[in-house]
């Protein structure tokens, strides 16, 4: 199988950005917060992570949206049912990736390279900016699209050098994990691998040996596969 994730490190803004005039200054807040704001916003000073009295003290005409999961939600999913015309195989993966299992479509669409420009290009269009990764499984290509490396790495054998490359920001682990890791001198997945997984284990850290595990294959990560709603029809109940 061949995986291709689009990861959208922005969706949280582009729900949004979609029916805001572009020159409008622009943030999406959560717990009284900034957790993103677009270009213009960003000119006058507004930065993720400032508090909202702040922000608006900097950048008075700022357009202040709360960040909504729901619009998230139905974004991805307006995202997968458009992504079906590339294959059948489409999963969700929320909050802010979609996955397409491609491996029998490629010839159609001129191999990976080209399929994977394709649908970069068709996000751009539908206004949402996707990192794009394609790896042999699908928690591999999600870390590779959440890094931001827009790799294409359909053989195996190369995959776990890919992964042990990138940074622990890409796992899928609580806070204090990731802090544990940091307080032994782990900075990549490559340090994460090196250590005995007994002690990972001792230390809380199951649940990532089982990550790596399914990244690398070593273990089936089954997928759910999306089914858009049938289209309604006026006047039919």
Do not use: Y
């Not at 700022?62 to 939600?73: K, Q, S």
């Not at 394609?134 to 195996?156: E, S, V």
């Not at 802090?179 to 199951?206: F, V, Y």
């Amino acid at each position: 199988m061949l995986w291709l994730a689009l990861h959208l490190p922005k969706l949280p803004l582009q729900v949004f950005q979609r029916a805001t005039p572009e020159a409008a200054a622009l943030a999406v807040a959560e717990r009284r917060r900034v957790l993103a704001a677009n270009g213009q916003a960003q000119r006058l000073g507004v930065r993720a992570d400032m508090g909202l009295a702040s922000a608006l003290a900097v950048a008075p005409e700022l357009v202040l949206r709360n960040r909504d999961p729901g619009r998230e939600a139905a974004a991805l999913e307006e995202i997968a049912g458009w992504a079906g015309q590339f294959t059948p195989h489409v999963s969700l993966d929320p909050p802010a990736c979609v996955l397409l299992e491609v491996q029998s479509g490629l010839r159609l669409f001129g191999g990976l390279d080209a399929l994977a420009r394709r649908i970069e290009e068709g996000c751009r269009e539908l206004g949402f900016l996707a990192q794009l990764a394609a790896a042999p499984t699908p928690l591999a290509a999600r870390w590779l699209a959440r890094a931001g490396c827009q790799a294409l790495i359909p053989d195996p054998a190369v995959l776990g050098e890919a992964l042990d490359r990138l940074p622990l920001d890409v796992l899928d682990c609580a806070p204090e994990v990731i802090e544990m890791l940091l307080s032994i001198g782990a900075l990549a997945i490559a340090d994460c691998r090196k250590l005995p997984r007994a002690g990972l284990a001792r230390r809380g850290a199951s649940a990532l040996l089982d990550q790596f595990d399914s990244a690398l294959g070593r273990i089936p990560d089954p997928r759910p596969w999306f089914a858009p709603l049938p289209a309604t029809v006026s006047g039919w109940n």
